[in-house]
Structures are given as C-alpha cells and as structure tokens.
C-alpha cells in the first residue's frame, strides 16, 4: 500500500514483489487498472520524480496528487 498524499516507484514496487526486474509489469498493471480510486495507481510514478502517465490525463493525477498531499498534512 502506498499512503494518500505519498508516492512510490514503478521499480520500488518490482523490489518490494521480490522481481527487481519487473517495473515493465508494474507499469503494465498500473496503466490498466479499471478502477484506480479504489487501487491508486495515480501514487505510481517514474523513478526520475516525473509523473508518468495515467488513464484519465496527467492533469487529474497532478490534481489526486496535490490533493492527497494537502488533506495528509492538516
């Protein structure tokens, strides 16, 4: 699980399943999860801090992002 308001890696995720190699798989996985606020796979970014893509737009998974962000500090 990844916490509202953090973020982990394609290849952080590959490591923590035990196949370093596998951040292909996770992407895979990722970029076809049908229901992504119930499993949020907005939280998977790339490894260089970039967001990467996202089924509904880069514009809403900057904005889940920024939301989580806040609603965890107050």
Do not use: F, M
Not at 16 to 34: D, E, F, I, M, T
Not at 59 to 71: D, F, P, T, V, Y
């Amino acid at each position: 699980r990844i916490p509202a308001g953090q973020t982990c890696s394609y290849g952080q995720i590959a490591q923590l399943v035990k196949n370093p190699r596998a951040s292909r798989a996770v992407g895979n996985a990722v970029g076809n999860n049908p229901v992504s606020l119930l499993i949020p796979c907005h939280r998977v970014i790339r490894q260089d801090g970039s967001l990467g893509h996202y089924l509904w737009g880069i514009e809403q998974k900057q904005q889940l992002l920024s939301l989580e962000k806040k609603l965890s500090i107050t």
